[in-house]
């Protein structure tokens, strides 16, 4: 088993909706080697919220 942990700081965004899917595998390239896991994340601020989408892919080559 795997197990990797980072901490990633984001740059300020202003209020709405954003992607961060790129931040994340940049920051953790590790996680293009795992097939099937399990992510933790925590957020260090009062008033954001994480919301997550899975994205189709009809031809079973994953989203990253």
Do not use: C
């Amino acid at each position: 088993m795997k197990f990797f942990q980072k901490e990633i700081v984001l740059p300020p965004h202003a209020r709405g909706f954003h992607l961060i899917t790129s931040v994340i595998t940049r920051a953790i390239p590790e996680i293009r080697e795992i097939k099937r896991g399990l992510l933790h994340v925590f957020i260090k601020h009062t008033s954001a919220s994480l919301t997550i989408n899975e994205n189709a892919d009809p031809h079973g080559k994953g989203v990253f």
